[in-house]
């Protein structure tokens, strides 16, 4: 509600604003731009019942499995597409969300391997925005659908993950969790919100999937995984992100994405 608030605040003052410089002027539209977009994110993700939408991966319930593209060769690029993709296929979609960062033709930006077989390489590239910054990281499921979060950050780290026998991978970053500390990056009361989604590893070993149904800091989403005792946490994005979550009745079928991650329950055939 206090990005209701802040925008009203914004169109109040920008209205009795005369005679300003072209630098403030420059400036106050740029914050102005960065409300709104926080306004919006808050439209789209309201849930007053939830801060967060959260969902474990019970190993009982469901199978984690990342999706890209169809049989056809053609990205599937939203929840609505991915859920009548598995029902197609036999299967009941339990959870899904954005699963990494992507690039405009919506390829992965980073790692990403599905059903064993890598589709893309690791990207151990340095650059601006959320997902260079540091530790990167990954998360992935190994052969016996155990989910597990590695940094790749160091020549180590990814020697370690190439000895691990792995079925679904995609990379993302930052990691919001590392051996139980909040990323240092982050900063309490940073200005720095936005709408953000990701995975943490609870203490009994299942993943933990979450997404905030409106504008938070890093810190704050951190805090949310370790909260919940997850010792590792790695981001997926921000803005774009979407859930879909019938537990919590909370559908968004819309998106336009590279990776996908779902729980999926296989039906029985009768």
Same mark, same amino acid.
Request: charged share 20%; net charge positive; aromatic share 12%.
């Given at each position: &509600? %206090?990005?209701?608030?802040?925008?009203?605040?914004? $169109?109040?003052?920008?209205?009795?604003? #005369?005679?300003?410089?072209?630098?403030?002027?420059?400036?106050?539209?740029?914050?102005?731009?960065?409300?709104?977009?926080?306004? =919006? *994110?808050?439209?789209?993700?309201?849930?007053?019942?939830?801060?967060?939408?959260?969902?474990?991966? =019970?190993?009982?319930?469901?199978?984690? %499995? &990342?999706?890209?593209? #169809?049989?056809?060769?053609?990205?599937?690029?939203? !929840?609505?597409?991915? =859920?009548?993709?598995?029902?197609?296929?036999?299967? @009941?979609?339990?959870?899904?969300?954005?699963?990494?960062?992507? &690039?405009?033709?919506?390829?992965?930006?980073g790692y990403y391997i599905e059903g064993g077989k890598t589709l893309q390489k690791i990207n151990t590239k340095t650059g601006n925005g959320n997902f260079y910054?540091?530790?990167?990281?990954?998360?992935?499921?190994?052969?016996?659908?155990?989910?597990? !979060?590695?940094?790749?950050?160091? *020549?180590?780290? %990814?020697?370690? $993950?190439? @000895?691990?026998?792995? +079925?679904?991978? @995609?990379?993302?970053?930052?990691?919001?969790? %590392?051996?139980? !500390?909040?990323?240092?990056?982050?900063?309490?009361?940073?200005? /720095?919100?936005?709408?953000? /989604?990701?995975?943490?590893?609870?203490?009994?070993?299942?993943?933990?999937?979450?997404?905030?149904?409106?504008?938070?800091?890093?810190? #704050?989403? +951190?805090?949310?995984? =370790?909260?919940?005792?997850?010792?590792?946490? $790695?981001?997926? #994005?921000?803005?774009?992100?979407?859930?879909?979550?019938?537990?919590?009745?909370? !559908?968004?079928?819309d998106g336009n994405f590279g990776v996908m991650v779902a729980i999926v329950k296989r039906n029985?055939?009768?």
């Amino acid at each position: &509600m %206090r990005h209701y608030v802040y925008a009203f605040c914004f $169109l109040i003052a920008l209205q009795s604003c #005369d005679n300003l410089s072209p630098g403030t002027e420059k400036q106050i539209k740029k914050e102005g731009k960065k409300i709104i977009k926080q306004v =919006k *994110a808050t439209i789209d993700h309201i849930d007053l019942a939830h801060d967060y939408i959260g969902f474990e991966a =019970k190993p009982d319930s469901g199978e984690i %499995r &990342m999706y890209w593209k #169809d049989d056809k060769g053609n990205i599937l690029g939203s !929840i609505g597409n991915l =859920k009548q993709y598995t029902e197609q296929n036999g299967s @009941t979609l339990l959870y899904a969300c954005n699963g990494g960062m992507y &690039m405009q033709n919506q390829a992965p930006l980073g790692y990403y391997i599905e059903g064993g077989k890598t589709l893309q390489k690791i990207n151990t590239k340095t650059g601006n925005g959320n997902f260079y910054l540091k530790p990167k990281g990954v998360f992935y499921m190994d052969n016996k659908n155990t989910p597990a !979060i590695q940094s790749i950050e160091t *020549a180590a780290d %990814r020697a370690l $993950l190439q @000895t691990k026998k792995i +079925a679904y991978l @995609t990379q993302s970053g930052p990691m919001l969790v %590392r051996n139980n !500390i909040i990323n240092t990056l982050f900063t309490k009361n940073s200005n /720095n919100i936005n709408v953000r /989604n990701g995975v943490g590893i609870l203490p009994n070993g299942n993943a933990y999937f979450a997404m905030s149904t409106y504008p938070v800091s890093f810190y #704050d989403f +951190a805090k949310h995984f =370790k909260d919940k005792g997850c010792s590792e946490a $790695l981001y997926f #994005d921000g803005f774009v992100s979407r859930s879909y979550c019938p537990q919590q009745n909370y !559908i968004q079928l819309d998106g336009n994405f590279g990776v996908m991650v779902a729980i999926v329950k296989r039906n029985i055939a009768k």
